[in-house]
């Protein structure tokens, strides 16, 4: 019998791990069906739209830069995509609309706010960086009560952009991160500095408050330069392996209606598959 196919696009590519996690759950669970990677080109959307809809593959994931580009392609967005405005899971429905859901928020919230001490709802936090993910990230917060979010970016102006949908974001100048950081109790690092293991954060991070947690989105590496130093300071911190489990097991979870264990196994797997 012919397997049900899933994808992942994006461009560049070749880093996910989405097919390996996936194609490892099929097996588990014994469903005919393959995941791979898709990397394409802007013009090759609608084509892989016409697939989705003639029924030739079942369900995509979306990374960069495409969360946001695709939302015009599709019949609607909900819950989370329709509030984040980034898609990272499409789907059919009954009716053959083309629905785009968002799982990153549900990802950020499994994966580390209950490993986070007690009274997180107290916590001061900063993000670093405005791009694809940090809006998923201040939802996945405000959902979990925190509230007292701020979020600093090297280009100002997308910080601004960010603070017009989430109003009581409180946006900090770049060169203002160096000074300030003593004041938070969670950084997120939710740029893409650190996807190259040489890359390093020009500001000067040293000013940190003793009992900071660190959460990094990046997984492939597993410690960017900023987990190392943090770690080596007695940080507790984290790094973006568990966000994509978690985000994946959702969409998997909506596209076969099973919800996917984690189990040592696929740690390992994935571990075993890091830089
Ligand atoms: P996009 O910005 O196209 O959505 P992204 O990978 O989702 O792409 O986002 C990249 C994020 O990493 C941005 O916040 C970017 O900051 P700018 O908006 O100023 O470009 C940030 N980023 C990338 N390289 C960086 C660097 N060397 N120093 C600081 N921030 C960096």
């Known amino acids: 019998m012919k397997k049900t196919k899933f994808a992942i696009i994006g461009n560049p590519i ?16 014994k469903i005919n069906a393959e995941y791979e990677l898709l990397e ?28 946001n580009f695709i939302i015009p392609f599709l019949t609607k967005t909900i819950n989370d995509a329709n509030e984040t405005h980034s898609v990272n899971t499409v789907m059919l429905d009954d ?27 107290k916590k001061k936090v900063l993000i670093l960086g405005a791009g694809g993910v940090a809006p998923s990230i201040i939802l996945a917060l405000l959902k ?34 160096s000074k300030d950081i003593n004041k938070f109790d969670i950084v997120i690092n939710a740029t893409s500095l650190g996807l190259n293991s040489n890359d390093k ?24 330069k900023m987990i190392k130093y943090f770690k080596s300071n007695k940080i507790k911190t984290f790094n973006g392996l568990n966000m994509f489990i978690y985000q994946g097991q959702k969409a998997f979870y909506l596209w ?13 797997l994935l571990e075993s598959k890091l830089n």
């Open 95 to 121: 009716n053959n609309n083309l629905i785009g859901e968002n799982t990153d928020v549900f990802g950020f919230q499994a994966a580390y706010l209950k490993s986070i001490p007690n009274q997180a709802n």
């Open 144 to 177: 979990s009560n925190i509230s007292d979010i701020s979020l600093s970016n090297r280009t100002f102006e997308k910080s601004l952009f960010l603070k017009k949908k989430f109003k009581n974001l409180n946006v900090v100048k770049w060169n203002d991160c």
């Open 201 to 224: 954060f020009t500001n000067d991070f040293s000013n940190f408050k003793k009992t900071l947690v660190y959460i990094d989105t990046i997984y492939n590496p597993a410690e960017t």
């Open 14 to 29: 070749s880093h996910s791990l989405s097919p390996i996690m996936h194609n490892y759950w099929f097996k588990k669970y």
């Open 40 to 67: 394409i080109d802007k013009s090759e959307i609608q084509n892989v739209i016409n697939k989705i809809k003639n029924k030739e593959i079942k369900g995509i994931n979306v990374t960069l830069p495409y969360k």
């Open 256 to 268: 076969n209606k099973i919800n996917p264990e984690v189990d040592d196994e696929l740690l390992e």
